[in-house]
């Protein structure tokens, strides 16, 4: 088990992908659970490095669901634009929807292939102290 920071850590799963996603808020849950999206999938940016910038606006039946849609969103832009993305930042936010504006970087090679977001051991709540924490299982 790899543990990169206070974020994120990695699970152990035979074939998939398992992230444990940390956050002070259901905000920076969602902003934690991007940037280790990002850091998984050892993008390497172009250089001279060229930023990117997207708008995204997710509409969902719950939480769990929204994380999930809000992921693989990002992990559609991904592949599409070859971009990764380190920062975002929300405009709306509640339990059911979310508006944000994403940015990051111009890719040119990814070192780990993320094929989806699943909703397999999908866990999300708040801790006692307050926190959110979040388990998430990716498709690799």
Do not use: C
């Amino acid at each position: 088990m790899q543990n990169y920071n206070s974020k994120f850590k990695i699970l152990e799963h035979r074939a998939d992908l398992k992230l444990q996603i940390f956050g002070k808020t259901k905000e920076e849950l969602f902003k934690n659970a991007v940037l280790s999206m990002a850091e998984v999938m050892k993008a390497e940016t172009q250089k001279p490095e060229k930023k990117a910038k997207r708008e995204i606006k997710i509409k969902s039946t719950d939480l769990p669901a929204l994380l999930v849609d809000f992921l693989s969103e990002i992990l559609y832009l991904t592949q599409v634009n070859k971009e990764v993305y380190n920062n975002v930042k929300f405009k709306k936010f509640s339990d059911t929807e979310l508006e944000g504006e994403l940015t990051g970087q111009k890719v040119e090679r990814f070192g780990e292939d993320i094929k989806a977001v699943t909703y397999h051991s999908l866990d999300i709540h708040q801790k006692e102290d307050g926190t959110w924490e979040a388990t998430v299982l990716f498709d690799i």
